[in-house]
């Protein structure tokens, strides 16, 4: 019966019938499905040769003694929950995810669901990182838009302060100089500035207030999704007890020029695909880091790097795959 030890045993030329998945009775050496014999009576006819240890799973067939089941810094998916569970670890310690707080800043936003009004935009910038946040696997949590002055961004923090494990906020405070918004963090935190020789996303901040990260990336659409994919995400993933922090990466061959500017290394939105000799890079549209529709249909970023104004088609450029390549 299958679950219980055999009662029979196999001598020389014997057989005994057992169900699919039961234990091996002592003595036996391999098993023949039923639609490959013939029984008559007490004679067991084998229409097929049989070799020693057919159809027998050895123990330790899957995974030898000793061996390492999951790699530390490994996400666990379903077949390395169903390993562990199957040697007997069903809850395994892992790394938390990290609870990540999401701010627009802008006196200029208004929710998506609002109609905007002459000068106004709707937040998009706090829903591309609430869906790179998931993809990535941390936990993001909505604060909503804050206004453009010292004293709401420092309130709106503090006031996530005990929930969050980070901060990302996009866009910039507009009254007096950065050092205002580094004041609004003294003795709690610091919160520095740079300027990044990247297109697009070239301001960038980040510090730490009361130990905890905090990333304030620039306003434009694209701009965000691009710095959040090389500073933010894997930071993130770091915090998770990830190991491989970088997206993967293609060489491909552009089929179209791309232009950018000279001094700084260039992210441009390209959708990857198969072709005959390789991989092939298109462009997605225009370079603007406000159209977020080439960041939709893309795949990928193709890395020009600085001294290079002009990559032209049929030119060959690393690419970071952010989405699987289309084959």
Sequence with gaps: MIGHRPDATVGAGEAVAIATGAPIPAGADSVVPVENS??????????????????????GEDVSEG?????????????????LANAGHPTPSVHPRPRVVVLSTGDELVPPTDEPEFGQIRDSNAYTIFGALREAG????????????????????FDYLIQADAFVSSGGVSVGERDVVKAAFFRRGDVAFYRVAMQP????GFGQIEGKPYFGLPGNPVSV???????????????MGRTQ?????????????????????????????????????????????????????????AMIPPGVELAPEGSQVRVMLFRAAED
């Design 201 to 204: 996303g070239m301001p960038q």
């Design 245 to 301: 922090l970088s997206r993967p990466e293609v060489t491909a061959t552009l089929t179209a020029d791309v232009a950018g500017p000279k001094g700084k290394m260039q992210y441009a939105r390209v959708t990857v695909a198969r072709a005959r000799d390789g991989w092939a890079a298109t462009p997605t549209g225009a370079r603007g880091s406000n159209l977020i529709s080439t960041v939709s249909r893309a795949n990928g970023l």
């Design 38 to 59: 013939r029984a008559d009576d007490d004679v067991v006819d084998l229409l097929q040769a049989v070799d020693e240890g057919m159809h027998v799973r050895p123990a």
């Design 138 to 157: 941390a936990m993001p949590v909505m604060a909503g838009i804050v206004r453009d002055d010292v004293d709401s961004l420092k309130e709106t923090v």
């Design 225 to 239: 999704f691009v710095s959040f994919e090389l500073f933010v995400r894997p930071a993130i993933l770091k915090m």
């Design 67 to 83: 061996s390492v089941l999951v790699e530390a810094g490994k996400r666990l998916g379903p077949p390395e929950l169903g390993l």
